[in-house]
């Protein structure tokens, strides 16, 4: 990866070499894709480690260059009785493992957090299982 800012034609961009080439491919954040982001430092109950994320904001907002992406971080802990807030995500793609998307932990994170991305994209089934956590997180009935 390049250093952030380098070269992009938009806050919103991430640049990496491809191949060996000296063609840059340019990579945005897309609403349902997974990206490694680090989440410290959190405070008290807030979710924290370098972990993975799944974008929730608007693809326009991602293009347009806003300095954050709203994600809803994921965990491996799976808590019985916490399905109305979490949703089950499989492993696929480079997410090596199942985990589970923390409605309830939604955040607004500046764009320098982000690292390896995209890992995987949920798939419209997840999307819309984890649009209605995220209605019931915010009281959004």
Do not use: Y
Not at 78 to 83: C, D, V, Y
């Amino acid at each position: 990866m390049l250093p952030r800012g380098a070269g992009l034609a938009s806050p919103g961009a991430r640049s990496s070499a491809s191949g060996g080439g000296n063609r840059a491919v340019v990579e945005i954040e897309r609403r349902g894709d997974i990206w490694v982001a680090r989440l410290n430092p959190n405070r008290d109950g807030e979710i924290g480690k370098v972990r993975p994320v799944v974008v929730i904001q608007s693809d326009a907002l991602s293009a347009a260059g806003l300095a954050t992406v709203l994600v809803v971080p994921l965990t491996t802990q799976h808590r019985p009785g916490s399905e109305a807030l979490r949703v089950h995500i499989s492993a696929r793609g480079r997410l090596r493992r199942d985990c589970w998307a923390m409605a309830e932990q939604v955040r607004a994170l500046d764009r320098s957090r982000f690292g390896d991305g995209p890992l995987a994209t949920l798939t419209a089934d997840e999307l819309a299982a984890l649009e209605r956590a995220l209605q019931a997180a915010l009281g959004m009935w």
